[in-house]
């Protein structure tokens, strides 16, 4: 489970091998936009699987690994997270990108993939134009929106063995 506050992110990382091959996100609560952006050890080689990536960057707690100097690199892609909704990603999408949150309120949506595919922001699709806007749109500048709410997120991963004493009740 995953908490996200209004003003708070997740680094571009990389999921670890406890969330291979596929990895799933139930979004809740706020809609939130989540970067791809590609991975630095990466750039400029063929599709490699995660396995065969020797890397030096330190394991997180929930088996992903945050990579250091991605700023540099702006996401190649983006995907608006609405409530509710269900994210799957594998294959190259799981290994040769890292996935995150911009640290803002203000979400930028001109990368955004999916966005004729959401209600509330269609007016800012990629054939829109001035003229087009209905008078309910949104006050925010266009192919951006403000972020109110906390986000809240499940990932989802397949567990292969559970301990049997891990849970007491």
Not at 46 to 69: M, R
Request: proline share 7%; net charge neutral.
């Amino acid at each position: 489970m995953s908490i996200i506050l209004i003003k708070g992110s997740w680094s571009p990382h990389q999921d670890g091998p406890a969330y291979f091959p596929v990895v799933a996100i139930i979004s809740l609560a706020s809609p939130v936009v989540l970067d791809f952006t590609p991975h630095g050890k990466l750039r400029g080689l063929e599709h490699t699987y995660l396995q065969n990536i020797q890397t030096d960057e330190p394991q997180e707690s929930n088996g992903s690994y945050k990579v250091e100097g991605t700023k540099e690199a702006g996401p190649a892609s983006s995907l608006l997270l609405m409530p509710c909704s269900l994210l799957i990603f594998k294959d190259q999408a799981y290994t040769d990108f890292l996935h995150g949150i911009q640290d803002t309120e203000l979400h930028n949506l001109d990368k955004v993939a999916n966005i004729s595919q959401c209600p509330q922001f269609k007016h800012l699709s990629y054939d829109y134009s001035p003229g087009k806007a209905d008078s309910s749109a949104s006050s925010e500048p266009s192919g951006t929106f403000h972020r109110t709410t906390t986000r809240v997120s499940l990932t989802c991963r397949l567990v292969l063995k559970v301990h049997n004493k891990l849970f007491k009740f």
